[in-house]
C-alpha cells in the first residue's frame, strides 16, 4: 500500500491490471492571507478578486484538487456546501480601479518553501495576473521566522502557507482577534462573538449554522482566500490487499 499525493500524471502512471486507487482530500488547504496592517480593506477585495488560479493548478495536477470557496477544509461536514461560487471575481477589482485614492502599485508576498513546490509555481502564476493589472509582486522565499517578522513590521503584505484540520472545524484560532494563529490582524466584535460560539456550540446543526456565517464575515473582511485543497491516492495491489481492509 502506497500513499502519495495525487496528479494526473501519478493516476496515468498506473498500467499494472492488479493496482487499485482511491482519491480523498487531503487534510489542509494552500491559502492566501493579507495583512489588514498594510492592505486597506478595498485593496484585500480587489487582489482576493484577481486570484482565480484553478487553470495554474490544473496545468500541473490535473483535476486532483478543490478548491474551497470559503476559508475551510471541504473535508468538514460543516462546509458550506451550498456555496457554489467565490465570493469576489474579478469585478472586485475592477470597481476597486475605478475608485478614487491612491491605488496599490506593488506588494509583496512571502512564502515558506521551496521553488519546486506547486504553491510556488502558482504563486508565479498570480505573479504575472497582477504583472497585467499593472500591479508588481515582489515573491519573497522564506522561513517561518524569518515570515512572522515580515508580518510584524509590514513587509509582508501576503503570504500563502498551508491551513492543516483540526479536531473539529474551529476556526478561532485564525479569526477571533486573540486567536494565536491571527496573523492577518483582523479584528471584528462580530467575528470574536461568533468564533466564540461556534467553539462552544453543541450539535451539528447549530454550529454548522454558525460556520456558515463566520465563513461570509470573514470574505467580508477579505483577510484571505483559499486557492486549493490537493487530494491524496491510496495505492494498493488486488493480489495482496483487500480494499475493504483499507475502508
Keep these: 500500500v502506497v500513499e502519495t499525493l495525487a496528479t494526473a500524471n501519478a493516476v496515468n502512471s498506473l ?21 489588514t496592517r498594510t492592505l486597506d480593506l478595498s485593496a484585500r477585495k480587489a487582489l482576493i478578486g484577481l486570484c482565480n488560479l484553478n487553470t495554474a493548478v490544473e496545468a500541473q495536477i490535473g483535476s486532483y484538487y478543490t478548491r474551497p470557496l470559503r476559508p475551510i477544509s471541504v473535508r468538514f461536514e460543516e462546509y458550506p456546501a451550498n456555496v457554489t461560487q467565490p465570493y469576489y ?13 491612491e491605488k496599490i502599485r506593488s506588494a509583496n508576498l512571502y512564502y515558506c518553501g521551496e521553488e519546486s ?23 519573497v522565499l522564506a ?17 500563502v502557507e498551508a491551513v492543516y484540520d483540526g479536531s473539529t472545524c474551529d476556526k478561532f484560532d485564525y479569526y ?3 486567536g494565536r494563529k491571527n496573523k492577518t490582524g483582523i479584528s471584528s466584535p462580530e467575528i470574536d462573538s461568533l468564533t ?32 486549493y485543497q490537493q487530494q491524496k491516492m491510496t495505492v494498493y495491489n488486488t493480489e495482496t490487499v483487500n480494499q475493504a481492509m483499507l475502508s
Excluded at 498500467?15 to 495583512?35: A, E, Q, T
Excluded at 522561513?143 to 503570504?159: C, F, P, Q, R, V
Design 143 to 159: 522561513d517561518e521566522l524569518m515570515l512572522a517578522s515580515a508580518i510584524a513590521s509590514g513587509k509582508a503584505d501576503m503570504w
Design 15 to 35: 498500467s499494472n491490471k492488479n493496482v487499485r486507487y482511491f482519491i480523498n482530500d487531503c487534510n489542509y488547504y494552500i491559502s492566501l492571507f493579507f495583512n
Design 117 to 139: 513546490d506547486l504553491a510556488y509555481t502558482v504563486i508565479n502564476s498570480y505573479k504575472e495576473i497582477l504583472n497585467q493589472k499593472g500591479i508588481t509582486l515582489n515573491v
Design 176 to 178: 477571533n482577534s486573540s
Design 89 to 101: 471575481s474579478e469585478s472586485a477589482f475592477t470597481v476597486y480601479n475605478m475608485g478614487t485614492g
Design 196 to 227: 466564540s460560539a461556534v467553539r462552544a456550540a453543541a450539535g451539528y446543526y447549530n454550529k454548522a449554522h454558525m460556520t456558515a456565517q463566520l465563513m461570509e464575515l470573514v470574505m467580508e473582511q477579505a483577510v484571505e482566500c483559499p486557492i
